[in-house]
């Protein structure tokens, strides 16, 4: 019944699983994780995967598009950030932009009632107050609801005994049951080299050694860009797939190569030479002609500007009346209009507010 379930949701799904094959060939390791091979290696779909491989000649012929590795967060609204006009970036940073919407139609007592749950939730040690480290995970974590989302229709799929966990053999079955069926069959698909760098990386997820993943684990498993503890092993696998020479070194023609494909023009387009320069002047920090793991991920994982934080320290600082540095649940719903929307919020008033503090 499973299995022809998943087979009746690829069909009503086909583009989307076109889509996602096509992310697989794309450089970040949250667009190329398990779940299309779920798919893939469970079901007879060779018209499909020669669909992937047309995707993929496509791609390879196309010498002038720039493929890009680096990964950098997503700001945390894409409206201005001005608070003599609206708090609506404020809004969509504190929420993310779905939820934000939600409490535009709701009267101020129903907002402040909304809102003080969450305040509740945002205060992990319950210890009556709001801290701005507090405030940054909550934020970071309203602004990745899509990543949980996607795990949570991820999920199904995988824990096939519905104890609410997965286990590395879970997710083994599911993915190369197939290939563990026919280990010797010959499809072009290094299977056992898949298997044992999801493995790698399941590992590094599971926190507890335990071989069996929690939501957060998994997620960290599916998106290990997105956790500090995985990012040695995203950068591993970014240098497992351009190192082609295996010594454990990026060189300059092996990092234009992964990007470009110079068999096919004879002049190489100008982003080309300024990527040459690029690994010159800024990757290659100490000269000595390559990437090593740390200059690696200086590359694809830059410390970026932190808007959660700046945010969270924003917040405070508007909200926090006794300036301890704090907020209590009445501070913050003394400033409601700040964190979220509503339906009669007087905005005239807010700034006079706002100019008190």
């Known amino acids: 019944m499973g299995s022809e379930h998943r087979r009746d949701s690829w069909r009503c799904d086909r583009p989307a699983l076109l889509l996602t094959l096509w992310r697989w060939i794309m450089p970040f390791p949250s667009e190329r994780t398990g779940y299309l091979r779920a798919y893939v290696l469970k079901m007879e779909i060779r018209p499909l995967l020669m669909c992937f491989a047309l995707c993929a000649v496509y791609a390879t012929s196309k010498p002038t598009e720039k493929k890009d590795r680096v990964h950098h967060d997503a700001p945390l609204s894409s409206k201005e950030h001005d608070d003599d006009t609206n708090f609506d970036y404020d809004h969509d940073a504190f929420l993310g932009e779905e939820e934000a919407k939600t409490f535009d139609d709701l009267t101020p007592e129903e907002s402040k009632n909304r809102l003080g749950k969450i305040v509740d939730r945002i205060d992990a040690d319950e210890d009556g107050f709001v801290t701005e480290a507090e405030l940054k ?133 100008e982003w080309v030479a300024t990527e040459r320069e690029q690994f010159s002047e800024f990757r290659d920090k100490n000269k000595d002609g390559k990437m090593d793991k740390d200059e690696t991920m200086d590359w694809i994982l830059p410390a970026d500007y932190d808007h959660a934080e700046a945010e969270a320290k924003h917040l405070v600082y508007e909200s926090d009346t006794n300036k301890d540095g704090k907020l209590t649940k009445e501070e913050i719903l003394n400033k409601y209009d700040l964190f979220v929307g509503s339906q009669a919020t007087d905005f005239g008033e807010a700034l006079v507010r706002h100019d008190e503090f």
């Not at 990012?231 to 234009?256: A, S």
Request: hydrophobic share 30%; net charge negative.
């Open 137 to 269: 995970a909550w934020i970071k974590k309203a602004q990745k609801k899509y990543i949980y989302d996607n795990v949570e229709r991820q999920w199904k799929d995988f824990d096939m005994n519905n104890d609410g966990m997965i286990s590395w053999d879970e997710y083994k079955n599911v993915t190369y049951g197939t290939y563990l069926d026919d280990p010797e069959s010959d499809d072009g698909y290094n299977y056992k080299q898949m298997m044992a760098r999801d493995e790698r990386r399941f590992k590094m997820a599971d926190g507890n050694g335990d071989h069996i993943a929690d939501k957060e684990e998994f997620t960290a498993f599916l998106h290990p860009e997105e956790y500090e503890h995985m990012k040695d092993i995203v950068v591993l696998e970014t240098m497992e797939d351009i190192d082609k020479n295996g010594d454990g070194f990026i060189e300059l023609e092996e990092y234009i190569g992964d990007m470009y494909n110079h068999e096919d023009e004879m002049d190489e387009p």
